[in-house]
């Protein structure tokens, strides 16, 4: 299972970005989906999560500002983050817990996709 994540970039404070991560391989059912991200010198913090059936979980920094959402048919999970803040810069990681067969689940993540934003 791979998760290709795209959409990252450099924005000025107040700007937006949407972040799209596609999983692909021998995927059997797909549970949370989410988003985290690491700026430098901090650990990797939640960003926001989404069930299987659609319940979004948000951290408290960007609540109001980011909405998460998913296609399941597609196996995409989205980020879109508006009025971003130069303290929102980092690198953004996706996250799935893949079920690849009916009694084994898996934690994957993608590599990260950078997010810049500037003031």
């Known amino acids: 299972v791979q998760l290709q994540a795209s959409g990252g970039g450099m924005v000025q404070d107040g700007g937006s970005l949407r972040l799209s991560c596609a999983a692909s391989g021998s995927i059997f059912s797909i549970n949370d989906m989410g988003w985290y991200r690491q700026a430098p010198g901090k650990e990797r913090d939640m960003v926001a999560t989404?069930?299987?059936?659609?319940?979004?979980d948000y951290a408290d920094a960007v609540k109001g500002r980011v909405t998460i959402s998913r296609d399941n048919a597609k196996n995409t999970v989205y980020l879109q983050m508006n009025n971003l803040k130069p303290e929102d810069t980092a690198v953004y990681y996706c996250?799935?817990?893949?079920?690849?067969?009916?009694?084994?689940?898996?934690?994957?993540w993608g590599k990260g996709t950078l997010v810049t934003v500037s003031s």
């Open positions: 989404i069930s299987s059936g659609g319940m979004p």
């Open positions: 996250h799935a817990n893949v079920r690849w067969s009916p009694n084994y689940e898996h934690d994957f």
